[in-house]
Every structure is written in structure tokens, then in C-alpha cells.
């Protein structure tokens, strides 16, 4: 008897999707399946192309219909399109599946770098990522990617962004002369921040990364009620002050309605570059630790590296100036489990919308012009 469609639907809804806990059939994921004798091809498409578990999702495929009695040969195309966040009618930023606020309770953990970093990990995977510098009192991302002398131009009435290593870039950096301070109120700094989200040509992205200015003060929250965010990322650092200065920043956004994607956990162990020991420099609360007590997922942790430092002062982040250091694994990792945990959470808001429940989106209070 010749191979089914319907056969090898059958046997791919034993192919669970390890996060959402459903099967990929029905989750929509195969596309395109053909059927030739033996012969079964087909398509499953992710919601992220940073799936961690993408190859364990194609073995599985694999097995599965390779199992069914006449056939010969299986081809499984793994695709993804991101799935968007679910937005307002009057969204700043239509063309943006996802946007993602980098945060933190203190300054000097490594935001900025962490930012850069995660955004060239994901557009490695084939995203199309860009990143905001919200940080309007020190934006230091131009810097950080060799932009600082670039100027952006308009088109049509909107900023282009400034494009560096893939990555759609803009920082008030940009629009400031060499050495020009801000000096502004709480009014001021929010309605920058809306100008650098809806006055921007962003395009279509699957990822915008906002790198926000640390504590809790008018930027946070001016985002938090402007954009609909898909969710916050806290970094830390293993110090007690910066552990508990991050639960203060998990605090205010959470009174915000903004979910919590994770902790990511900044400068942690110290490789050997010779011995390959690792040594523990600082001894405070850990990511895991802060994860564990605020009950968000922990996305993991980043060694303390120098050259992580010396590369973003270059301009140059480091997962492109060291991609085969243990630093750079660290943030494909992160970046992976990050894109998982924004499909996990756009995929429980479609179905709550799908549901018709009132509470299924953040509500947002009105910000001062």
C-alpha cells in the first residue's frame, strides 16, 4: 500500500514540542509535505530560527515516519517564522514580531555588551534583529558596534536605521554631537524614547532588543507603557547589591504587566586561557540563585572575560572578535533560550486571545509628551 498523508500526520503527532507541550501537528508546524513512493518530504517550521532543540526535533521527525511500514527515505526541511507579539491598534512599532527590553537594577554589569552580543547571536541564526539604544543619558551601543561617527539619514519621513553586522541600529548616540550631555526631566527623556520607537523605519524584524538604562526611572517605565513588550530581560551580576537591586527592576515591571523572560547572569566564573580552570572572582547571589528566588526562568551565565570588554571598546562585540571563546558559546546558548522563552509566551497570549480572556495583555497607563 502506497504511504498517506494522513499516515505520516499520525505518526509526527508523537513529535511533542518539548516547550509549548504540543505536538507539531497541532501546532501547525509541518509544511509542504510531498509524497513520492517511498519517498516523504516535508517542512517543519519553528517559531524561532534559535530553537535549542531544533536537531532534537528533526531526529525525531526522522524516526518517527521512517518507522512507518513502505517507506524508504525521509527529508525533514527545518524553517522557522517567528511568531509576533500580540499588539495594539495603535503600536508604534507594527513591523516588530518581538520586542525585548534589556534591563538591570544597577549600572556597570554589562547590559550594553550583553545586548550587542545576544542580538548578533540571533541574527547568526538567521533572524532579523535590531537593537534600540534606550539608554538616553550614556548611549554607548554606537560605540560598542563601531558606529559612533555615523550619522542616520530620513526617508519618507521616517530615521534609517544605522546597520552594523546585520543589526538595524539606533541610539540617541547617533542624533548628539561628540560630547553633548542630556540634561532631562522625566517628560523629556519619555518622549525621546517614543520618538526612537515610532519615528524609526524599523521594517520588518523578528527580534528588537532594547538596551535600557539601569534602575528603575522614566526610560523603563516610558517603554513599558509605550511598546507592547513581548518581555524583560534582567542581567546581573554574582554581587549581593546587584542581585537585589535587580529584583527592584523584576518588581517594577512586573507591576507594569510586563513578563519576565529571564535572568542572564553577567561576568560569572573566570576561564584559565591557559589551564582552562575556572575561578569564581565574585561571591554573591548568582543568576541561578536570583532566578530561583524571583521565579523566573534562568537563561544562563557569561564568564568573566576581558576580552569581552576590550573588543566592544573597539567596536567590535565579541562574538565576532572571539567567536571560539567560551564567552561567545555562552551567548548562543542564552540567545537560544531567550528565543524560546518569547515563542513560549507569544504562543500562551494567541491562545489566551484565542480564548477571549480580558487579562490576556498588559494594560498600559498613559505616558506625559
Known sequence: MPVTESQVLDALRQVVDPDLHRDIVTLNFVKDMEIEGGDVKFKVQLTTPACPV????????????????????VEVEMTAQVRSRVTESAD???????????????????????????????????????????????????????????KPFTRDGKIVPIMRFGIHLMSLGFLMEEGQSVLWRGPM????????????DWGDLDYLLVDLPPGTGDAPMSLAQ????????????????????????????????????????????FVCPT?????????GTTGEELATKLKVPYLGSIPLDPSVSDS??????????????????????????????????????????????????PRFAPVAE
Not at 531544533?54 to 524508504?72: M, N, P, R, T, Y
Not at 589551564?275 to 561571591?283: E, H, L, M, P, R
Not at 571560539?324 to 540567545?335: E, H, N, S, T, V
Open 189 to 200: 527623556v519619555a518622549g525621546t524614547v517614543k520618538q526612537l520607537l515610532q519615528d524609526v
Open 92 to 150: 508604534l512599532i507594527p513591523g516588530v514580531k518581538n520586542c525585548i527590553a534589556i534591563a538591570s537594577g544597577k549600572g556597570g554589569v554589562g547590559k550594553s555588551t550583553v545586548t550587542v552580543n545576544l542580538a548578533i547571536a540571533l541574527a547568526q541564526t538567521g533572524a532579523k534583529v535590531g537593537v534600540l539604544d534606550a539608554d538616553v543619558y550614556g548611549p554607548s551601543i554606537p560605540l560598542m558596534m563601531g558606529a559612533a561617527d555615523e
Open 275 to 283: 589551564c582552562g580552570t575556572v575561578s569564581q572572582i565574585f561571591s
Open 312 to 361: 566592544s571598546d573597539r567596536g567590535v562585540p565579541s562574538l565576532v572578535a572571539f567567536a571560539d571563546k567560551p564567552q561567545a558559546g555562552a551567548f548562543r546558548d542564552i540567545a537560544g533560550k531567550l528565543a524560546q522563552q518569547s515563542s513560549i509566551l507569544s504562543m500562551a497570549r494567541k491562545d489566551l486571545t484565542r480564548l477571549g480572556d480580558p487579562q490576556q495583555r
Open 226 to 269: 509605550l511598546a507592547p513588550l513581548t518581555g524583560v530581560v534582567i542581567v546581573t551580576t554574582p554581587h549581593h547589591i546587584a542581585a537585589n537591586i535587580a529584583g527592584k527592576s523584576v518588581g517594577l515591571f512586573r507591576r507594569l504587566n510586563s513578563p519576565i523572560l529571564g535572568v542572564i547572569e553577567n561576568m560569572a566564573g
Open 54 to 73: 531544533k536537531e532534537q526535533l528533526h531526529d525525531q521527525c526522522v524516526e518517527v515516519v521512517s518507522a512507518i511500514e513502505g517507506v524508504d527515505k
